[in-house]
């Protein structure tokens, strides 16, 4: 997409995950990161931000620094809801500080130096089951959706931490196990609800704000 089409998409999806009842009665700010903090967070860290993400990050600030959504999505041949904790990022900080986790899991795990170089953490998947990422090594106009070898959204077990044997490359960096193919999809099926009326057609229940809700309480 093109960087104003990218803008567009962004701003229609945070308004769709409102639209669907998220959030109610909670007021969706524009953000206050800039192209140049980001361009300073790159230098820092030695990394290309995905442009959509960049496109993220400065659209608009969502109620909460990280918030907890649900859809229904395809996930390891389920498909079903799943719950997302995803990083609503203020600062260019917060996402270093997100990455210094990581770095703390290197210390833990006795990982190679720059094993991580190519992460951004952007929330956690199952919203408790691990670190969900953006493996930069996976540039996302190779995504392939039939592919999971080259998605670019991937999570790590913080219940295991045998990091070193699961998911340490002999390229010497760690590349996780596939959850999205990109963050396109991760917008598409949590903010757009892009397979609710699939799922509904198949299961004959409508996903809603409240459904989404009590599954909780299974």
Known sequence: ??????????????????????????????STITEQEIAGFEQQHQVTLPSLYRTFLTSFALPQK?????????DMGDFGPLWLRFDCPRT???????MEILQEIRDFCG??????????????????WGPLCIDLSKPEEMV?????????LVWFDHEDFDWDEQYLGEDGLLHGQAALPSLK???????YGELENKYEQEEGVKPTYEWYQDTLKL
Request: charged share 30%; net charge negative; hydrophobic share 40%.
């Open 92 to 98: 260019m900080k917060d996402i270093s500080e997100q």
């Open 144 to 152: 392939d959706g039939d592919d999971e070898d080259t998605w670019s």
């Open 111 to 128: 990982l190679p130096e720059g094993c991580f170089r190519n992460l951004i953490p952007i929330g956690d998947w199952g919203a408790g």
């Open 66 to 74: 990280s918030i907890h959504i649900c859809a229904t999505i395809y």
């Open 1 to 30: 997409m093109l960087s104003q089409e990218e803008k567009i998409y962004v701003e229609q999806a945070c308004l769709k995950l409102k639209e669907r009842g998220w959030f109610p009665g909670e007021k969706f700010n524009l």
């Open 185 to 191: 999809v991760l917008l598409d099926w949590y903010f």
